[in-house]
């Protein structure tokens, strides 16, 4: 089959691979739509050591069954589906109270680090475990489904507290995530919602989208109830955790940096409580749903559906990060 196979860091190209097994418990997909992840981008210059080359990327994909192993139920093929990225073993402590998420064998698709390697959805087809696919509705797009998996994290993210409808609520960072959880926590009634992004045209997005309020700063964002960091800065941490009220709630979705210093005193003092979000852990369906309803709208967020024999020049604007590009996907 026809993969984009990252060959050393920063360079990409379309090879020849073989074609995915089938074991007897998983199913094998032919991809249709798969989204370039800002992981991937950082995998594809190296910046985070997961994603060791030679390796097909790609987690973010939808398509339709090619074939199944003997063990699968409930699926055939033909079967319009998408997957989750995260790959459980189903058996530790984490995965027998559902929080598939946090499993201590955990994989993820288009992931190559020093303990495993699993080629992802750059690719003609990919091979998934049958029991983390997930039917999809003939109305949604391939293109539009491919974004459920980001969806996913940002239903994760405002489940880890959920706000009340009227909660005073700042969501720091329009970029993908961010800008879906602001249409997820407005499909669940939340009315006061403030955007921050210093970049105009994400804060537009974010006003189209549902955002009450938009600011280039959280200069008059103080006392809110709740805060969601979908960056991962020094800056936008120490800013959510100071926009946030006594007793109010920070979540922490971005992690563009591993380490950031804590204001300590104004967390404990103020009694600050700060919630982690990784991943998504079970929310596909809900986010299906979203999509299916248009409860939420991607649609916005796609800058571009590109052939996958075009995914090195796409990689490589997206790299560059002067375009304003959001959600770039591309189709095998």
């Not at 594809?44 to 090619?66: D, F, K, S, W």
């Not at 058996?91 to 064998?105: H, P």
């Not at 499909?187 to 537009?204: K, P």
């Not at 649609?299 to 770039?328: C, Q």
Request: net charge negative; proline share 5%; aromatic share 4%.
């Amino acid at each position: 089959m026809k993969a984009l196979l990252l060959t050393e860091y920063g360079k990409l190209s379309m090879a020849e691979v073989p074609d995915p097994p089938t074991a007897e418990d998983e199913a094998v997909v032919r991809v249709r739509a798969c989204g370039i992840c800002g992981s991937d981008i950082h995998g594809y210059t190296g910046a985070t050591g997961r994603r060791i080359p030679p390796l097909v990327m790609g987690h973010e994909a939808a398509g339709v069954i090619e074939r199944v192993g003997a063990q699968v139920g409930g699926f055939a093929p033909g079967d319009r589906v998408t997957f989750d990225s995260t790959i459980s073993c189903g058996r530790c402590e984490f995965c027998r109270r559902g929080e598939v998420n946090l499993c201590d064998a955990r994989r993820v698709l288009g992931v190559s680090c020093s303990d495993y390697r699993r080629h992802g959805a750059f690719a003609e087809f990919v091979s998934v475990p049958a029991r983390i696919l997930h039917h999809l509705p003939d109305s949604l797009p391939f293109e539009r489904a491919a974004l459920v998996e980001a969806l996913a994290v940002a239903v994760h993210a405002a489940d880890r507290r959920r706000p009340s409808a009227s909660d005073r609520v700042v969501v720091i960072g329009c970029g993908m995530i961010g800008l879906l959880v602001v249409q997820v926590l407005r499909a669940r009634g939340c009315r006061s919602i403030t955007a921050v992004d210093v970049d105009e045209r994400r804060r537009g997005l974010a006003a189209h989208l549902g955002s009450e309020h938009t600011a280039a700063d959280t200069s008059g964002c103080a006392d809110a109830d709740h805060v969601f960091e979908a960056v991962g800065r020094a800056e936008t941490v120490a800013a959510a955790i100071h926009c946030a009220r006594k007793g109010g709630a920070v979540t922490l979705i971005g992690n563009l940096a591993p380490e950031v210093p804590l204001p300590l005193q104004a967390v404990v003092t103020r009694e600050v409580s700060l919630f982690g979000s990784c991943a998504s852990s079970g929310e596909y369906p809900e986010a299906i749903a979203l999509l299916t309803t248009g409860a939420v709208d991607v649609a916005p967020l796609i800058s571009a559906v590109a052939p996958l024999h075009e995914g090195a020049a796409w990689f490589d604007r997206l790299h560059r990060g002067n375009e304003g590009l959001m959600k770039v996907v591309l189709t095998p």
